[in-house]
């Protein structure tokens, strides 16, 4: 509920004053699955586990500490994958992207923020995805060393 109130104040802070952030989005996979949650405020898009670095926080500090927040799975290592600028929500949002496999299909969604989330087949996602899922695939298939087995 909180983040439902919270959402709309927020996007008229970054509306008036486009501040500078930074965000995270790790690609989760588990075989030949890929974890993508739907978050309890915003468009309701399927999205990857993330959210925002906090300050003098690393993006792989950050990362690692929302997938556990959001989706309870702790992240022995993250690869970084490339980032990108995003600006749908008015401000100026840096965003790393990572990737990591995980030993198990077991999550835990914090329900505060996260309303669902679920393994899907690489080759078969969902409709409504957020842009950071197709941004974060193409630099799976660019040069970055990383492979969706």
């Excluded at 600006?87 to 996260?114: H, L, M, P, W």
């Amino acid at each position: 509920m909180f983040y439902r109130i919270a959402w709309p104040i927020r996007k008229a802070y970054w509306f008036a004053f486009r501040p500078h952030t930074k965000g995270v989005k790790c690609l989760l996979q588990y075989g030949d699955e890929v974890l993508l949650i739907r978050n309890t405020y915003g468009r309701m898009h399927w999205t990857l586990p993330g959210g925002g670095v906090k300050k003098m926080e690393s993006p792989e500090c950050g990362i690692v500490r929302e997938v556990e927040e959001e989706v309870g799975i702790k992240l022995d290592a993250v690869k970084s994958l490339g980032q990108y600028w995003n600006t749908c929500e008015y401000k100026r949002d840096q965003v790393f992207c990572f990737y990591a496999r995980v030993a198990s299909r077991i999550f835990c969604i914090d329900g505060n923020e996260v309303g669902e989330a679920c393994w899907f087949p690489i080759q078969d996602l969902p409709d409504f995805l957020s842009p950071a899922v197709s941004t974060a695939l193409s630099f799976m298939q660019s040069d970055s060393g990383v492979r969706i087995s």
